[in-house]
């Protein structure tokens, strides 16, 4: 009757306490080795049942795969040793991975760890920005000479104001800029 090294010592689940001793090493194995088709043949005839032929020992599997007790207590080792076992690899691999910076998932990882540790590795700043226009001295008479306010042709709170009418403006700044293009930067469109 086969009994892998997980079982040694091993303290049974209900699931697994309710089974009998051959029961149990089925499902030892089939947990052990991973548990496909061909598997649950192998693990019936590992586990010690009489064998007449394969084809016996594949239908006897089977009908061990349909027992929900069986069932229940594959999911319950399987529970056991990911809690066990998986951890343990689990971080074994994380571990060698944060080793090595050079590794392609180091900073994801660290990153990770860091944030389950409670440290936050991302800072947040707020940066304010105005921009602040020098409408000068022509801009002013040429609004002027229109009838327009510089200021609410500005801030895009005329209603009447035409590309037409405004088209000759310009605007000093940092480059010439059309009266068209002081309005889309307003959010009108002219």
């Not at 040793?81 to 689990?90: K, P, Q, Y």
């Not at 020098?134 to 035409?162: K, S, Y």
Request: glycine residues 6%; charged residues 25%; negative net charge.
């Amino acid at each position: 009757m086969f009994t892998s090294p997980a079982m040694v010592d091993a303290k049974f689940g209900p699931a697994m306490a309710a089974l009998n001793p051959r029961q149990r090493s089925f499902v030892d194995y089939l947990v052990s080795i991973g548990g496909g088709k061909g598997d649950q043949t192998e693990a019936y005839v590992k586990a010690g049942y009489e064998v007449k032929s394969r084809e016996v020992a594949q239908a006897a599997s089977s009908r061990l795969m349909k027992d929900d007790r069986i069932i229940a207590a594959i999911r319950e080792e399987c529970e056991r040793r990911l809690t066990t076992e998986g951890l343990t690899l689990a971080v074994r691999g994380m571990l060698t991975v944060l080793r090595d910076p050079s590794h392609k998932d180091f900073a994801k990882l660290a990153t990770h760890v860091a944030s389950i540790a409670g440290i936050s590795p991302v800072s947040k700043s707020q940066v304010e920005h105005r921009h602040v226009v020098d409408l000068g001295d022509q801009f002013r008479a040429d609004c002027a000479a229109l009838g327009i306010d510089p200021e609410e042709l500005l801030h895009g709170r005329m209603q009447n104001v035409t590309p037409e009418k405004v088209a000759p403006l310009q605007i000093e700044h940092a480059e010439t800029m059309t009266i068209e293009e002081v309005l889309r930067s307003a959010g009108i469109e002219p």
